[in-house]
């Protein structure tokens, strides 16, 4: 049997844990992402117990400076991390001690591993909340952009995958810049129920000690604390929150990727990506393939597994913390890779895109897409709409039959379908089904460009709440990086 690590809590026990052992329990080789928030953690935390008289002023400086230069340590790279710490808690602590000697074990006084976990989780989730909240306005102007260039391009508007009424496709565009912002409004949300401080909670049960919990969440800019010790260690309902927002993010970016992916096609060829954002074949040489929206789609399935590992890892899960909980991270961690490399790609491969606005122009003019329009105009001659839908639907059978458009009808033949239509027939192109619909949330131009206008407007209030918030962490964190706090 190979010999594992010797812990710091070695009193109870009297053998080392098993290698293996070491193996499965560790959490280091992925919990060290939360390296600088738990480190910023504790800083505050020995700040507080120093306030309280629960340390010394002494003791106190000397573990705000045993910890940040821990920190110095991590981010110069020279840090050594090691599997027999388990996780990184004990890391820096071991580290720590190796610093300060016994000192150092005065700083876990007044709380667990279980509250300084979801503390750091918290943390770190609040960052990717705001990093991920600027890919996300990346992406909305992105698409903005696009939307405003190709102002005047129309295409088919798609039921069932076959095209229905021309619409604008800035419009389209505009669609999923409105599915974004409702994403970004639901991090928001989040960032309100995840920005509260679990320290204090101890282990369980809430501590002894005379701590100042408020004190705490202030110093690391924190909205509040979690109101119930139990909850505070045992839940994590706001990474299965983040991970459904995070999944809804992808359900809709693969949406628009699919699209790409079809619309990049020889059948529709709407639009071509730019080589930087294509890939050739191996073998057939006149390949160019759109692998990027092909792996948007794709990674989707891999961020829903993880919001669904998340949910079955708490389920049935009794309280408090159990060590089940430490499943929580790596799912999160990787969500959030996958999505910010998707963030980051979108804007750029959209911006590159050919859009072939003729090709577009002709398929929206094809297929009687203007056939709603023209059974609307039926409805204003005063003919019930139902009778006008089943007069225009023979009109289309009568064309298709005879190799016909609407364009190409002789009087004669309209006469033969209602005599209404022998001297009054609307304008039937594309562009006047689109210049039809000026209604709020249609595709008329000017609705469309206001849309745009206020979209604009929404990414700016989204971006400023996201610096405002950056502002706040970062003047905090800098203050538990180098302020006299004790
Ligand atoms: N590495 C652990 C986790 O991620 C930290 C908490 C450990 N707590 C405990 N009681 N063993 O959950």
Redesign the pocket.
């Known amino acids: 049997m190979e010999r594992g690590s010797t812990k710091l809590w070695g009193g109870r026990f009297h053998a080392s844990t098993d290698a293996l052992v070491d193996q499965l329990n560790?959490?280091?080789p992925f919990?060290q992402r939360l390296a600088v928030h738990d480190i910023l953690g504790s800083v505050a935390h020995v700040a507080m117990l120093a306030r309280r008289g629960i340390v010394s002023r002494d003791d106190a400086l000397a573990i705000v400076d045993g910890l940040r230069q821990v920190l110095a340590e991590i981010e110069a790279g020279t840090f050594e991390f090691r599997l027999a710490d388990?996780?990184?808690?004990?890391s820096v602590e071991r580290r720590l001690h190796e610093l300060l000697g016994p000192v150092a074990g005065r700083l876990h006084t007044a709380r667990?591993?279980?509250d300084?976990?979801a503390l750091d989780?918290r943390l770190w989730i609040r960052d990717a909340i705001l990093a991920l909240g600027r890919g996300l306005a990346d992406v909305c102007e992105a698409l903005l952009d696009l939307a405003e260039r190709e102002r005047e391009t129309i295409v088919p508007g798609y039921t069932h995958l076959q095209r229905a009424q021309p619409i604008l496709l800035s419009h389209h565009f505009h669609a999923y810049v409105v599915m974004l912002l409702r994403d970004a409004d639901r991090l928001r949300e989040l960032y309100a129920r995840v920005n509260r401080s679990p320290l204090g909670a101890g282990?369980l049960a809430g501590v002894t000690y005379p701590i100042d919990r408020e004190y705490v969440a202030t110093l690391l800019a924190m909205d509040g604390i979690c109101e119930n010790s139990l909850d505070a260690v045992a839940d994590r309902d706001f990474a299965v929150e983040f991970l459904a927002d995070l999944s809804i993010i992808l359900v809709h970016l693969s949406r628009l990727a699919d699209e790409l992916v079809l619309w990049s096609t020889a059948e529709f060829g709407f639009i071509e990506f730019a080589d930087a954002f294509a890939t050739g074949s191996s073998i057939m040489p006149q390949k160019k393939n759109p692998d990027v929206a092909e792996l948007i789609r794709a990674k989707t399935g891999r961020v829903f597994g993880h919001l669904q590992s998340m949910l079955t890892v708490l389920k049935g899960l009794p309280l408090a913390?159990n060590?089940d909980?430490?499943e929580?991270?790596e799912g999160v961690f990787d969500a959030v890779d996958t999505v910010q490399l998707i963030l980051a790609v979108l804007p750029p491969a959209l911006r590159t895109l050919t859009i072939n606005r003729e090709r577009m122009a002709q398929a929206a003019e094809e297929s009687f897409t203007v056939a709603t329009d023209l059974a609307d105009h039926l409805v204003r001659c005063g003919i019930p709409f139902r009778e006008a839908h089943a007069i225009v639907g023979r009109l289309v059978a009568y064309c298709i039959e005879h190799g016909k458009t609407f364009a190409t009808l002789e009087p004669g033949e309209w006469a033969q379908f209602h005599p209404v239509l022998v001297t009054s027939r609307p304008p039937l192109t594309a562009r006047d089904a689109v210049l039809a619909r000026e209604i709020p949330g249609g595709t008329g131009p000017s609705h469309v460009a206001a849309a745009l206008a206020r979209a604009r407007e929404h990414v700016q209030t989204w971006r400023a709440w996201l610096a405002e918030q950056q502002a706040r962490i970062e003047t905090a964190f800098h203050r538990l990086r180098t302020g006299a706090l004790v």
Request: hydrophobic residues 35%.
């Open positions: 560790a959490s280091l919990d388990e996780d990184i808690h004990l667990s591993r279980n300084q976990v989780f282990a913390y060590k909980l430490q929580d991270k």
